[in-house]
């Protein structure tokens, strides 16, 4: 990243800070906007995008979201040309790093109504200043017209409208659990502290009424539109990076909590503020982890949170609960013109196994008597552990693994995953796994799931390659006859 990104994108954040505190001293007090701003950036993953600017565009938007509330606030007040112009333009640079965030343009709407009275009221000073509001309403409907233009075309061709391009979206957030509380990128798994923001929701409808629905409205809305994209991660990121932007907006029922408390006796006040402390510290402490790469960006997991919870490094057999990397990266075995059949290992489960006794199941086997049934007490199946040096004195194997798998219900709901690593002192690299949802497995029949592997350079000949299958489900999954080929160089 250039200099001027990062320079540009902290001077952003805390631009909007700054714009945040004047919004929140004009609502509330000096003394609740300060407190507000330190919980905000220290607590949240405000404070790690902004050390290290790996995601400029959020510190950009979060300025332009917290400069567009503070002139909304002075146009709701004194209705001057020059407010309204500033928010054209903010509007207009928002709309540029991401129309979809264009949904902060009904706060002005909104802004002040709360009941019938109140949106009398507002109609009228709609009328009062009708030229504003018109040129609002215009360049709003200009620049929608220009974001979706694109959309709607073809090149060479006339207005033509695609339905194929929003494939991919589903409008009705249907992400909305794993976005907030999944350990692979849950925001308040990695921003906890933000849970307080929307219980002051409550406290900003019981204090502000006027500016309650135009935030909770807008709020609300964006997050349901982040919640609705399948890649709802947003890829390698610490949190939810896509949310960023809209704590500009969290920061006033955040400051209406905030408040609340510095009214009450010591019996509540101590309490609450120590959570809050403790929040903010493992904010600090999780953003230590990310930046030395214990937390990952993209592959957490229920079970790696936990083991690398309150660590210093990573543990030693943690990496093996990574999330699997995609499918893509499965090798391409070269041919046997160029590779010899070393060895044929083959499991089929008919011999007892200490501890996964219980798991042996007759209901569905390929072949023989018994099969794996793999469930929720079952999450990784016997796995098979290969010595290098017992198996080549060459420098490379090449592992093609076989495994068979049965389900009954829907494929996306047959989460299981055919994996092989390397070991080095129990430390993984070069994991590699084929998903059985990715797949053209089809339910009522046996599957047969192929990965092909290509040893990486070996740190040490006493490493170990280990095969196994992970379950990931909620709905059992049955597996049989796993079949490992080792093949090794011809020259």
Not at 61 to 84: V, Y
Not at 114 to 127: A, G, I, N, Q
Not at 402 to 427: M, W
Request: hydrophobic share 45%; with cysteine.
């Amino acid at each position: 990243m250039s200099i001027f990104l990062f320079i540009t994108g902290v001077l952003c954040t805390f631009g909007g800070l700054w714009f945040t505190a004047r919004t929140l001293q004009s609502l509330i007090s000096a003394r609740v906007a300060l407190i507000t701003i330190a919980v905000l950036f220290f607590g949240t993953n405000l404070f790690q995008l902004t050390i290290s600017q790996d995601h400029p565009v959020h510190s950009f938007l979060f300025g332009l979201f917290a400069f567009f509330l503070w002139l909304n606030l002075q146009w709701s007040q004194s209705p001057k040309w020059k407010f309204l112009l500033l928010m054209i333009l903010s509007l207009g640079l928002i709309g540029f790093l991401h129309p979809i965030a264009l949904i902060v343009a009904v706060i002005p709407v909104l802004w002040g109504v709360h009941d019938p009275t109140s949106s009398r009221e507002k109609w009228t000073r709609v009328l009062s200043a009708r030229w504003q509001y018109l040129a609002f309403l215009a360049f709003m409907s200009l620049f929608i017209i220009l974001c979706c233009y694109p959309w709607f075309t073809r090149a060479g061709h006339e207005l033509y409208f695609d339905p194929g391009s929003l494939d991919n979206y589903i409008p009705v957030a249907p992400y909305l659990r794993v976005f907030l509380l999944s350990f692979k990128k849950g925001w308040f798994v990695y921003s906890p502290l933000m849970i307080f923001a929307i219980a002051g929701f409550y406290f900003l409808a019981d204090r502000n009424r006027p500016v309650f629905f135009a935030l909770f409205f807008s709020f609300l809305s964006y997050l349901f539109i982040a919640a609705s994209w399948p890649a709802w991660w947003y890829g390698d990121s610490f949190g939810q990076r896509s949310m960023i932007e809209a704590y500009a907006i969290l920061a006033l029922p955040l400051g209406y909590l905030i408040g609340w408390l510095t009214e009450k006796r010591l019996a509540i006040k101590i309490p609450a503020f120590l959570i809050i402390g403790l929040l903010i510290l493992l904010n600090l402490f999780q953003t230590w982890q990310y930046q030395r790469s214990i937390i990952h960006p993209s592959r957490m997991t229920s079970h790696y949170y936990a083991a690398v919870f309150g660590q210093l490094k990573v543990p030693g057999l943690a990496g093996r609960y990574l999330e699997p990397l995609p499918m893509a990266i499965n090798d391409i075995f070269p041919g046997e013109a160029s590779m010899a059949l070393k060895q044929k290992i083959s499991y089929d489960f008919e011999t007892p196994i200490e501890y996964y006794e219980s798991f042996r199941d007759t209901t569905h086997a390929r072949n023989g008597r018994f099969g794996i049934r793999m469930e929720e007490g079952l999450r990784y199946s016997p796995g098979i552990r290969l010595k290098f040096k017992e198996l080549t004195q060459k420098d490379k194997l090449f592992i093609r693994v076989r495994g068979y798998i049965y389900f009954t219900h829907p494929k996306y709901s047959a989460k299981v995953s055919l994996v092989a690593t390397c070991y080095h002192k129990e430390n993984t690299y070069k994991y590699r796994a084929i998903h059985c949802e990715t797949s053209d497995a089809e339910p009522d029949r046996w599957n047969r799931i192929t990965l092909d592997y290509e040893t990486p350079p070996i740190i040490d000949t006493e490493d170990e390659v280990l095969i196994f299958f992970w379950y990931r489900g909620d709905r059992e999954v049955f597996l049989d006859d796993l079949e490992i080929s080792i093949y090794e160089p011809k020259e």
